[in-house]
């Protein structure tokens, strides 16, 4: 069929099944989830019909690792890897589909998210000759043509070049999934980096934002990989057997990132081992075994987190996802900082934590082909759809 009646077609439908691909900062994997759809915009509903993490293997993980949020990278790489991102992902799709048993003509679309390999908003370069910025690799035109699936892909940048700073884009699909006037809503997501969308109640006097929040697991999986070469401290076993050091804590939390205004975005490009070794430097008695360091990295996440959602001022329903709910000192502390707070499982919602940011960029997906746009009436949200189309054609 013609490309664009194709599209045309796929835009006419009340009922659309997506795939959404999530491929975060922790690069541990791809998060595949086909989601069935029933509208669009506020009376969006969405199923998640089946979920997978593909696992990266090791080779795959260090070639990105190679040239992921580093200032100084071999071009040559950067653009085999947009290519070989596009094909992997492709793949990966095409075995999830087989596993499922599911044919590639049932799925209207696929939601790429693709790679993020720098994200460098203005509060990072803080070069006044250039706008925020962010790259994300994987290209979209390998997927669409290799699993036979019209893909929508790249969605930050239209959020830039409408004034935001491309990221957090949780807010959208949070807004349209979860706002309930009764109660404020907090939605938490614990990835490499930690960010929350604030869904006022009715009543509220707050207006709706999402925002990063600063270190989620980021650094504490790069400490394990430097220290232990695990890549991450499964169920906190290390980082319970350290003390935080409440020196090294202040001094983590010390960087302008912390005191700028919400909503604000960052990435590993700033919480990385550098940023850790810098404070380690710093510091007068410097004698911290490794799970010190690592109960301390958990702690300064936890303060992060729990600053931001006390600073809201208000009593609000908090649901946490991501893979650092699966971290039970982070959650614990967590939930010590935040006592007045009501926690509820996502998986009441329908979605689980580990696959709620990959059906969130399938809703991104959805809203784009419905061709409309919603308007958030809010400053910090720009009335705007994302992605661009790539045909298997
Ligand atoms: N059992 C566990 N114990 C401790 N930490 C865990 C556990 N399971 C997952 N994690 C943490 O969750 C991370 C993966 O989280 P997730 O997949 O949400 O990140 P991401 O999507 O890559 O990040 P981002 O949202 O920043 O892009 C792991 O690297 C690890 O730090
Ligand atoms: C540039 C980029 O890829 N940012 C990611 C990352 O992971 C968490 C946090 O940092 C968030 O800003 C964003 O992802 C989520 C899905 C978002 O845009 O809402």
């Given at each position: 069929?013609?490309?664009i ?13 997506i ?13 595949i ?31 990105i690792k190679g040239?992921?949020?580093?200032e100084?990278i ?9 290519e070989?991102?596009?094909?992997v ?8 589909l ?17 790679q ?15 706008t ?5 690799i ?7 043509v ?18 935001g ?5 949780a ?6 999934l979860?706002?309930t ?10 990835g490499?980096i930690?960010n929350?969308t ?6 509220s ?19 394990m ?15 319970k057997k350290?003390?935080?050091?409440q020196?090294?804590l202040?001094?983590?939390l010390d960087?302008?990132f912390f ?6 975005s960052t990435?590993?490009?700033?919480f ?14 410097g004698?911290l075994s ?8 958990c ?10 959602i006390k600073?809201?001022?208000e ?9 650092g709910?699966?971290?039970?000192l ?5 939930k ?8 509820r ?5 329908g979605?689980t ?6 059906v969130?960029f399938?809703?991104?997906?959805n ?27």
């Amino acid at each position: 069929m013609n490309n664009i009646r194709r599209l045309f077609e796929i835009s006419k439908k009340t009922d659309r099944r997506i795939i959404g691909l999530m491929s975060g900062t922790s690069l541990d994997g791809l998060d595949i989830a086909l989601c069935q759809f029933n509208g669009s915009g506020l009376s969006t509903e969405v199923k998640l019909l089946n979920f997978i993490t593909i696992p990266y293997p090791q080779d795959f993980k260090e070639d990105i690792k190679g040239i992921f949020s580093k200032e100084t990278i071999s071009l040559e790489k950067l653009c085999l890897l947009n290519e070989k991102i596009g094909i992997v992902h492709a793949n990966y799709i095409n075995r999830a589909l087989s596993e499922w048993n599911i044919k590639a003509e049932a799925v209207d679309a696929i939601a790429s998210h693709g790679q993020t390999i720098f994200h460098a908003p203005f509060s990072k370069h803080q070069d006044p000759n250039y706008t925020n910025a962010t790259l994300q690799i994987g290209d979209g035109d390998h997927i669409a043509v290799n699993t036979g699936i019209v893909t929508i892909s790249d969605f930050r940048q239209k959020n830039i070049a409408a004034g935001g700073e491309g990221a957090p884009l949780a807010v959208y699909g949070d807004y349209i999934l979860f706002n309930t006037p009764s109660h404020s809503t907090v939605l938490l997501n614990i990835g490499g980096i930690a960010n929350i969308t604030f869904l006022p109640s009715a009543t509220s006097k707050g207006t709706m934002f999402s925002t990063d929040l600063g270190p989620g697991n980021t650094m504490l999986d790069q400490f394990m990989q430097r220290k232990y070469q695990l890549y991450f401290d499964k169920d906190a076993l290390y980082a319970k057997k350290g003390k935080v050091n409440q020196d090294l804590l202040n001094l983590l939390l010390d960087d302008l990132f912390f005191s700028l205004p919400l909503p604000k975005s960052t990435g590993p490009e700033l919480f990385n081992l550098k940023y850790l070794d810098s404070r380690l430097a710093k510091l007068q008695n410097g004698n911290l075994s490794n799970e010190d360091i690592l109960a301390t990295l958990c702690e300064l996440s936890a303060i992060a987190i729990s600053r931001a959602i006390k600073d809201l001022k208000e009593k609000v329903i908090l649901i946490p996802s991501g893979g650092g709910v699966h971290n039970p000192l982070l959650m614990e502390r967590i939930k010590f900082y935040l006592p007045e707070t009501t926690l509820r499982n996502i998986e009441d919602y329908g979605i689980t934590a580990d696959s709620k940011e990959a059906v969130l960029f399938a809703l991104l997906a959805n809203e784009t082909l419905s061709g409309e746009t919603i308007n958030f009436k809010t400053e910090t949200v720009k009335n705007i759809c994302m992605g661009k189309v790539s045909f298997p054609q």
